[in-house]
């Protein structure tokens, strides 16, 4: 069956480390996204790429990298840069078009202490 | 600046009907999206409405009406597995989709 696949379930890290969160999709969709979900909030964007080679910086992507080396796979990179990591972490995929909905991986809870 | 609004937490009855309402103000419209969400686990697409009026898919309703800024969800016959959060996100003139924070639903047997 074909979907999105994120690694690990749960994540720790110390303060002072970078972390990559692992996101590849079999849905052979063009466009991928990274959100960052907190509680009481809605689900902020961090970056996306709608093609390989190519990524935008979303709403809050300071302290944060990534790169689309191939169309499957999307990760993320959480920085020592970025003051508040800990969060649940979503990659989502789509066909690309403005109504296409997303399809979301199953998420990452990352806690740093 | 850009507001998606939902109740934060509705309770409603096996079997009931709940209406999960949704208001927003964005620059500009060009759909708004429903997912779900069980707790820890990836958000699932329900619904997307660009025209005003009901869309009707099995159990579950969505309304939108442009003028009022407002949507709802309507779940019918509820189910102990429709205990999940409700996501309501709103695409803006920029194609950039907004989201709201939410709505926790407990469904009580």
């Known amino acids: 069956d074909g979907g999105i696949t994120q690694s690990p379930k749960y994540l720790f890290r110390k303060e002072g480390q970078n972390v990559t969160l692992s996101c590849e999709q079999n849905l052979n969709h063009d466009a991928m996204y990274w959100y960052r979900q907190d509680p009481g909030q809605g689900l902020r964007l961090i970056y996306y790429s709608q093609i390989v080679n190519d990524f935008q910086k979303g709403d809050i992507a300071e302290g944060y990298s990534v790169s689309r080396e191939k169309k499957e796979s999307f990760p993320l990179t959480v920085t020592s840069a970025q003051k508040n990591p800990t969060a649940f972490y979503l990659c989502a995929s789509s066909l690309g078009a403005y109504n296409s909905p997303l399809h979301f991986g199953n998420g990452t809870r990352l806690t740093v202490t | 600046g850009q507001n998606i609004d939902q109740p934060t937490e509705m309770t409603a009855t096996e079997g009931a009907i709940v209406q999960i309402n949704c208001t927003y103000q964005?620059?500009?419209?060009?759909?708004l999206f429903w997912y779900h969400q069980h707790a820890g686990e990836a958000p699932t697409f329900l619904s997307y409405n660009v025209l005003d009026g009901l869309e009707e898919k099995g159990r579950f309703s969505s309304f939108l009406s442009r003028s009022k800024g407002y949507s709802y969800l309507l779940l019918k016959e509820l189910q102990m597995k429709d205990s999940a959060s409700y996501l309501c996100?709103?695409?803006?003139?920029?194609?950039?989709?907004?989201w709201g924070a939410g709505t926790k639903l407990i469904i009580k047997p």
């Open positions: 996100a709103v695409m803006d003139s920029n194609y950039q989709l907004i």
């Open positions: 964005t620059s500009g419209f060009n759909g």
